[in-house]
């Protein structure tokens, strides 16, 4: 990391500086460390002897200025703070007051013990999300990303709306295997945004429908963002299990997007695409219907096979490369092959610097003693009422998301706030998906959503416009929360007529809330009419009284 991400974007990129090569000589150093040492460590921890000491401060100082180097500054002062709290809580009144720990034992604690830089998240990461990133990489190697894109303009591009519509599908398709919002908004971005600019978008409009879809890829099974495999791991319960439950919220987050685009077009006076500009949907499964084969699989080794699920994101690695050969248009070459391993590589560098870091963040507050404070305190603020208490994590999780990652930002609230919850009764896959949604919903809230940023960067449109119009369109987002969690039919836990009928009443709702935010039904809806589409939206949404 320390070769490939310079120190200062003015340092020369031409060659290797000598503290560059040395910070690299150390990263090896105290990683070999544990991996060869770590069977006779592991049995006596708390030793703060000198050869413990000298790599646990090196390692720690390495992850801090990785992590300044990859994400900037203010994540690095964050673990920092979380460092210096270890140490002097006792400076702190009230609830704040922690008893402190020496420089020694906090240094040896977050570099050995498995609630620090080995925990959860770090482990997650190299051993499962590596392989999903992978997959996208051998997708695009054999031009699995262009079937996508030609699938999405055969089937919606005719439709009014048809290059926004697109949009949507292609970023939702993408998503599925890259899980990452602003990646889907980078890649997408590039060719759907001028394309919805030319059919008469608004640039602003155009941004925020692009932004909105790419980021509910991180929610949408069958590879969703890299938390839904952390709740998996601190459930313990099979991936394809949270990618099933997680299935009907995301699929009423894209309903809610597709009827609001579909009305914004009508309100435009938005026509389709003319067919000379779209592919056959014949031709482009003629040529990419191998493409289905590696989903498939995946599908069937995750929600049926009940395989780990880094092993089947590796087998879907294998069949795809597999079936690329068999046709010269999609035949991957060693360059290729090269190029999605590089980057892989890359990717994971930004991946492990921040989980890394979220580990040195949870370890330093269990070492304070914080994570078995906070949960009884914010129960009490919220004297047992369980909406008071869902309404203030979810300002918590956008707040924290304005300069830390969605991921970290799920993992810090697991474990502050995940004990809370399970306290009040609230069921404990519905809570974590509470977390992950309002984690991941700061990347389109403004003031500070990447996703957004780099879409209306693309539109060339103005931000808050672009802010402002993508929360209208993700508003399903901010609501289906609060629905699974008093009301877990929604992520399949219940009876299958309770299923069933939750499907159908929060579908109809789900149509009448983005009537509602579109303002528009075969004419303009005045704000009556939208404040009883909004009305009849949440009483369908609701959970039964009885």
Known sequence: MFIVVKAHPATPHDRVSWYDWSAAAAALGVGLYIAVLYPSLSYSLASLTWDRLVPATLALGLVLEATRRIAGWALMWIALTCILYAKFGWLLPGLLYAKGSSWGRIAVYLYLDSSGILGIPLGVTASIVVAYIFFG?????????????????????????????????????????????????????????????RSGYPPHLAAAIE????????IMPPVMG??????????????????????LPAVLYYLALFVQIDLEAAKLGL?????????????????????????????????????????????????????????????????????????????????????????????????????????????????????????????????????????????????????????????????????????????????????????????????WKTGWAGMRLGVVAYVVPFVFVFHPALIGLGTPGEILVTMLTASIGVVLLGIGCAGHLFQPLTWSKRAWAWAAAALLMMPPLV
């Open 211 to 218: 932004a909105v879809s790419s980021n509910g890829g991180q």
């Open 137 to 197: 990489q051998a997708l695009t190697a054999v031009r699995g990303d262009a079937f996508l894109t030609g699938f999405a303009m055969a089937v919606m591009g005719r439709y009014r709306g048809g290059a926004a519509k697109m949009a949507v599908v292609s970023s939702s398709l993408y998503g599925t295997v890259s899980g990452s919002a602003v990646a889907n908004v980078v890649v997408d971005g590039a060719v759907t945004i001028p394309m919805m600019k």
């Open 271 to 463: 026509t389709g695409l003319p067919r000379a500009d779209l592919p056959r949907l014949r031709e482009v499964m003629r040529q990419g219907w191998v493409f289905l084969v590696p989903l498939g699989v995946l599908l069937y080794t995750l929600m049926i096979g009940d395989w780990e699920a880094g092993k089947a994101g590796m087998l879907a690695v294998g069949v795809t490369l597999l079936v690329g050969c068999l046709q010269k248009a999609t035949r991957p070459n060693w360059r290729g092959v090269m190029d999605a391993v590089e980057n892989t590589g890359r990717t994971m560098l930004d991946l492990i610097a921040i989980t890394t870091l979220a580990g040195i963040v949870i370890g330093a507050l269990q070492l304070s003693g914080l994570t078995s404070k906070l949960p009884i305190v914010l129960t009490g603020a919220a004297g047992g009422n369980v909406f008071l208490l869902l309404v203030l994590t979810a300002v918590v999780s956008i707040i924290l998301g304005m300069s830390l990652p969605p991921t970290v930002v799920y993992v810090t609230l697991a474990v502050l706030i995940g004990p809370a919850l399970a306290q009040l009764g609230i069921v404990p896959l519905a809570a974590h998906l509470f977390l992950f949604y309002f984690g991941m919903l700061s990347l389109i809230t403004p003031p500070d959503c990447l996703a957004t940023y780099a879409a209306a960067a693309i539109a060339k449109a103005d931000f």
């Open 226 to 247: 890299a938390a839904a495999f952390l709740i998996a791991e601190y459930l313990s319960i099979p991936y394809g299990q949270v990618a099933l439950d997680a299935a």
